[in-house]
């Protein structure tokens, strides 16, 4: 494994949980975490989005990603194997899981679409709009909210973040954010399906003449985020 890879996840694991980085990055590398994505969302662009978002971010600090999908979804199947050789080498891969009970075997589960599931160990996202929506297995709610509205990135992005920050806080044990929902536009939170989900993106391109400079990390995830908006 590439030690850089971890270095950052494994400090904030390490300054949220007591344990060293060693150990942390220990923890990480033998744990196995779930994306799943729902069959009603398999054609939602932005669902498919918080999808790929959620592995590719997974795949920074646990090396270990399954991803359950409709069968013929083979398009993100081939983008989540690509994104995993990219961060871990050319023999690197994701599991492709089917069965009845898929989240057997993992320690922690996204689920990307409005089903809560029955294992502890998991959180649900979605998103609308510029709103992003999180339910952990002990949020109570039966289902987290959700409704079509036009498709933004920023939002899709959003819900990966939500998700797998919740992914990391099971996998070393410490209580995740249970029910929320946030706005990338107003910046207020709430409970799901309370915040308006603000005014569609540009239809045409934004073209700027600018230089970017010093495009480190966050600035980096600002200049992706402008991409695929």
């Known amino acids: 494994m590439k030690a850089e890879i971890f270095s950052r ?12 980085e060693e150990a942390v990055e220990h923890l990480f590398v033998k744990k196995k975490v779930l994306v799943q994505l729902e069959s009603d969302f398999c054609e939602v662009p932005d669902a ?34 690509e994104l995993a050789v990219q961060v871990h080498g050319p023999q690197a891969t994701v599991e492709v899981v089917e069965g009845i009970k898929p989240t057997h075997g993992f320690n922690a589960v996204v689920n990307v679409g409005a089903e809560i599931l029955a294992t502890a160990r998991s959180v649900t996202v979605n998103s609308g709009g510029w709103t992003a929506r999180v339910a952990t297995a002990d949020s109570g709610a039966q289902a987290l909210h959700w409704k079509r509205e036009g498709s933004n990135a920023i939002g899709a992005l959003a819900a990966a973040c939500l998700g797998v920050g919740a992914a990391f806080l099971i996998l070393l ?57």
């Open 173 to 229: 044990e410490i209580p995740a954010t249970r029910l929320t929902e946030i706005s990338l536009f107003t910046q207020e939170a709430g409970l799901p399906g309370s915040l308006e989900m603000g005014p569609p993106l540009p239809a045409s391109p934004l073209y700027l003449d600018a230089f970017l400079i010093g495009c480190g990390a966050v600035a980096h995830g600002w200049a992706d985020l402008g991409v695929q908006a």
């Open 9 to 20: 996840p494994t400090r904030l694991g390490a300054a949220l949980s007591g344990m060293s």
């Open 48 to 81: 498919r989005e918080t999808f790929l978002f959620a592995v590719n971010q997974l795949l920074r600090f646990c090396p270990n990603i399954g991803v359950s999908i409709k069968k013929d979804a083979v398009d993100l199947i081939r983008v989540c194997r």
